[in-house]
């Protein structure tokens, strides 16, 4: 890729305003029992940073590095753990917390793992869904927007580690 363009594609108000949406349905949803964040970073820092801020219910955080893009624009679909949790999850009621589902084996197979240590409940909240791309089925709690095959970064996810601080989300377009 010689020049790189970036195309906004989803503005930093309406992803502020999805996220509010998404923090009252999950407060809602966790009221009584409290929820523990799984971050998956690094590309969800931003989202659960101000996903968290927009809850009420008992909240705690942990964090969880996996790799499965090895700085490439696909997947590789081997999946490597990167940093485990800190914590123990048996009991609580997990939201794991992700910027992107594509194809879906990251999820699926981090799922698997967290689900043998044997939590209340566990689900997802990603912030973007790329459905058209997905090879295996996954459940989906909260999603912030559905979107099209197209590369995205800005609000935390990155082409090649840079990016992840624009306030939007962009199209990765080639000049």
Known sequence: MSGIKIKERISRETIEARIK????????????TGVHLVCILKGAFMFMSDLAKELTCPVTVDFMAVSSYEDQLESTGIVKIVKDLDGSIEGKHVLIIEDIIDSGRTLHYLMEILAKRNPASIRLAALL???????????????????????????GLDYLQKYRNLPYIGELVEE
Not at 21 to 32: C, F, H, M, T
Not at 133 to 155: K, M, N, S, T, W
């Open 129 to 155: 869904d790329k459905a058209p791309r997905r090879v295996i089925p996954i459940e989906v709690a909260y999603c912030g927007f559905q979107i099209e095959d197209f590369f995205v970064l800005g609000y």
């Open 21 to 32: 949406e998404l923090g009252k349905q999950i407060s809602r949803d966790y009221a009584d």
